[in-house]
């Protein structure tokens, strides 16, 4: 089984771009068209992501390619050349996403890398340091994706069928490949993942491409499978892992996970980094988001005129309710996540 | 607060019939048009129940205007007056829904009584008959549904938030009337229900309607608010009771019962009449639907062409997960249902 990752996880498929533009591949549309946004500056970008066109990995692979996109077009004079320009535009993107602490932490490390190199570089090598430094950050996420989806293979057993709701991306598919790699038979269920249908249209098409065994449910139907035997292993990505144990991801991954602890099936979130500064589940910063965007599906509306709905985007998910956070540095159990660090 | 049912949940809008033809009350699409399936005879009936045309309370009340549709269509020597064909077609239309053991034994009972009427009577006689008979069946369910309401209502505190799935029709309305009427202040929480958004279409119109705050919410959201503290009560319908205490309801009901159970939120289902001969949860069959229900949403796609979905159109709730059993004899507790005898 040779590695040919699905089109939605190629990075020039997630954001790219060119002397001009900045072009973030449509999530919100795919798999109906394989379409792209086009942003001119960080407004346009920040405001693409807040609009969903990109979600999970997405938005940090936007705000990296941003990062020589903006280097570039201070090159080009288009926008002026000043570190603070730089920091000011990249903080629009970070605050695009206020879950998304894994996106801050690495852009904000990574300016911090780029200070001192822009005093003692011509525009040009800034340029390509900062296109060197995006390189080498890339290839180590790529590593960590391996490792993590190795990780999450020791988990699976021949002939387990995983339930997961969104999509989580390289963690989750190279956790299957890995497995099916070692001779397991693996097959997923896919919560559809309402409001966005990431389950239906990004997770089952992409295990699709991997030749990956896959059936959509609805996100109402997990506990009834989980309840007939039909479930070995809940897994899901996580947009933010406390220094409790506490995971925050997608609004459904709770429900799942109450169900899976009710029946005994293990948890497993993948956190690409867990977050120090968030000590327990009181410094989370929780993203509501408008009520509209529920109520319409392929602008068709679900209800009547004048009801009002409710957008809690994220779920909490109380350590207890979690078996195993796969990360870079090995698998922990919820209550040892300090030890990462 | 003077008491206006809305209207899905009157009787001529839920079906109807005239000299040629049954007229079925179309909750697919409703509240986006308020139209009417039109039928012939048993298999169309039978063929729009199937299709989900009307659904919770609806096929009980389709069937018993059919049997009067049916016999005053003997009377015109449109079908051959005989008893036995009668009793074919109704089976017909009882077996459409295998889930729904009330309206099985509702027309089993009343054919039953029917069948000595027939051999003393004229056609016409016996069309009146089943005509009174029906009427008078429907308004035993009437004070069947209040006798619930108030039973329900008693269940409620004042400022309490309900999460609701599905449509629980009469039972949930007139519970939260009388609440409102007890001076109680109440509101409600619709899971839209997917696949057919009868929360969002049915229930959340039917609320605004009464005057009743309410708010949608997707499948997967009900956990969410039960951890914040926002959620009170769990309420739904029952399609059936067992004789253990099994609840078997719409799919997603168990999902939301589980995490009501984890949070200690007591989950209240109404029943109309548990069934004496399911003696246990392995007498259930249950209805798998085809998946292809959910992969179109108002005509629209939610995943790649040949991607196949799963759908259990019912969840099994093990008696455990259950605070309360409302029927029309009173509450019970589940483990002692069988005290309704």
Redesign the interface.
């Known amino acids: 089984m040779e590695l040919k990752l699905p089109y939605l996880l190629k990075n020039s498929n997630i954001c790219y771009y060119d002397e001009q533009k900045l072009y973030i591949g449509n999530r919100k549309i795919f798999?109906?068209e394989k379409s792209f946004v086009i942003c001119s500056n960080s407004e346009e970008i920040s405001t693409a992501i807040k609009n969903m066109i990109t979600q999970g990995g997405g938005p940090l692979q936007v705000a990296l390619t941003s990062m020589c996109y903006l280097t570039s077009q201070m090159c080009n004079n288009i926008l002026e050349y000043d570190f603070d320009t730089l920091c000011k535009n990249m903080q629009t993107i970070i605050n695009s996403r206020p879950t998304n602490t894994t996106m801050k932490r690495v852009i904000e490390e990574l300016l911090l890398k780029l200070k001192e190199v822009m005093i003692k570089s011509t525009p040009i090598q800034f340029r390509d340091y900062v296109i060197e430094c995006v390189k080498e950050k890339e290839h180590e996420e790529d590593l960590v994706y391996h490792n993590m989806g190795l990780l999450g293979s020791s988990l699976l057993n021949d002939g387990d069928t995983i339930l997961t709701?969104c999509f989580a991306e390289h963690t989750l598919i190279l956790s299957i490949y890995y497995a099916i790699k070692e001779g397991k038979s693996i097959k997923v269920?896919a919560?559809?993942?309402?409001?966005y249908?990431q389950g239906?249209?990004l997770t089952?098409?992409s295990m699709?491409e991997m030749g990956i065994p896959?059936?959509?449910?609805?996100?109402?139907?997990?506990?009834?499978?989980m309840?007939n035997g039909e479930v070995n292993h809940y897994m899901s990505a996580s947009d933010l892992v406390c220094m409790d144990g506490t995971v925050v991801n997608k609004?459904?991954t709770?429900?799942?996970a109450?169900?899976a602890?009710?029946y005994g099936i293990p948890y497993t979130a993948f956190s690409m980094s867990p977050d120090k500064t968030k000590t327990d589940k009181n410094k989370i910063k929780m993203e509501l988001r408008d009520?509209k965007e529920?109520?319409n599906?392929?602008n068709?509306?679900?209800?009547?005129e004048?009801?009002?709905?409710?957008?809690?985007a994220f779920?909490?998910i109380d350590s207890k309710l979690v078996t195993n956070i796969v990360t870079n540095k090995g698998i922990f159990s919820p209550n040892k996540i300090k030890e990462y660090f």
Chains 1, 2 share one sequence.
């Not at 896959?214 to 499978?225: E, H, K, L, Q, R």
């Not at 004048?306 to 809690?312: C, K, N, V």
């Open positions: 798999p109906f709701t269920l919560n559809e993942t309402r409001p249908f239906s249209r089952a098409p699709k896959v059936n959509i449910i609805t996100d109402s139907m997990g506990a009834y499978f309840r609004i459904g709770l429900s799942n109450i169900a602890y009710y009520g529920i109520l599906i392929f068709h509306p679900i209800s009547e004048g009801i009002e709905a409710l957008y809690p779920d909490i």
